[in-house]
């Protein structure tokens, strides 16, 4: 059974937690891939960013309908997706717009534990990570693909 380390891709394409967004989606588009692990300097991961990100920093803001309750102002739809939505298009730097909750492999974790990962939480890559969280290597679904069909 082959392991996160066999699996992954080195070396592999990130961006910097400071790079302007910009940068990102240059960086995106040039690379191919779907979504980018986004580092400091010390390599550490900060957090991901995908083409979804890209687009929803673009997009417009949909104003959240308010209702008057006992002269409570009462958002329909909810303040969260609200706020996502304006964090986003406010975001300057990647670490701004970086999705902060990302799943990570461990380098001796069971690829087929990685690849249920993938499929389960439908995300196109998962960074490896070593014990201090800096990303050593990065597994998309074109690795696993490749190891299914070149075992």
Not at 34 to 54: A, N
Not at 67 to 82: K, S
């Amino acid at each position: 059974m082959k392991s996160a380390r066999e699996l992954m891709t080195t070396p592999f394409v990130a961006v910097q937690a400071d790079d302007p967004v910009e940068k990102v989606g240059s960086v995106l588009l040039e690379s191919g891939h779907h979504s980018l692990p986004v580092l400091d300097k010390d390599g550490r991961l900060v957090g991901m960013i995908g083409e979804r990100d890209l687009i929803d920093a673009h997009r417009r803001v949909h104003l959240p309908t308010l209702v008057t309750i006992l002269d409570a102002l009462i958002p329909l739809g909810g303040m969260h997706e609200y706020e996502e939505e304006l964090r986003k298009v406010t975001a300057v730097s990647a670490a701004q717009l970086a999705s902060t909750q990302v799943i990570t492999a461990a380098p001796d974790e069971d690829a087929d534990a990685v690849a249920e990962k993938l499929l389960r939480k439908d995300i196109h890559a998962v960074p490896v990570v070593d014990g201090e969280k800096r990303v050593i290597g990065i597994i998309t679904r074109s690795d696993v693909l490749r190891n299914l069909l070149n075992p």
